[in-house]
Nanobody, 122 residues
Framework: VQLQASGGGLVQAGGSLRLSCAASGRTFSSYGMGWFRQAPGKEREFVAAITWRGSSAYYTDSVKGRFTISRDLAKNTVYLHMSSLKPEDTAVYSC????????????????WGQGTLVTVSS
């Protein structure tokens, strides 16, 4: 599975962005998908994950109610809708694929896309 993330940019606090992660490979629907982020000087952290078929999702506490993860199996794409953005959301966001149903730990993910930078100004 190859992953290509896009959609990052500069946005003011309170604004919204939608990140996309396009996947190639015939087995995309067999993988749980997740988004992680890494802020400057910090470790990569889990943001959100979704199951193989998109029936369940899980979020880290800091983004609950503001971010929504979704997937379109027909388009082999996973999205991260981000709203009410805060300066502390500034980070490089990466998408990843896991063979488990849904994963929240970095080590569960075996395929990674390149990151896309999200900058939230105050």
């Amino acid at each position: 599975v190859q992953l290509q993330a896009s959609g990052g940019g500069l946005v003011q606090a309170g604004g919204s962005l939608r990140l996309s992660c396009a996947a190639s490979g015939r087995t995309f629907s067999s993988y749980g998908m997740g988004w992680f982020r890494q802020a400057p000087g910090k470790e990569r952290e889990f943001v959100a994950a979704i199951t193989w078929r998109g029936s369940s999702a899980y979020y880290t506490d800091s983004v609950k109610g503001r971010f929504t993860i979704s997937r379109d199996l027909a388009k082999n794409t996973v999205y991260l809708h981000m709203s009410s953005l805060k300066p502390e959301d500034t980070a490089v966001y990466s998408c990843a694929a896991t063979p488990v149903r849904i994963g929240i730990h970095l080590l569960e993910y075996v395929y990674w896309g390149q990151g896309t930078l999200v900058t939230v100004s105050s």
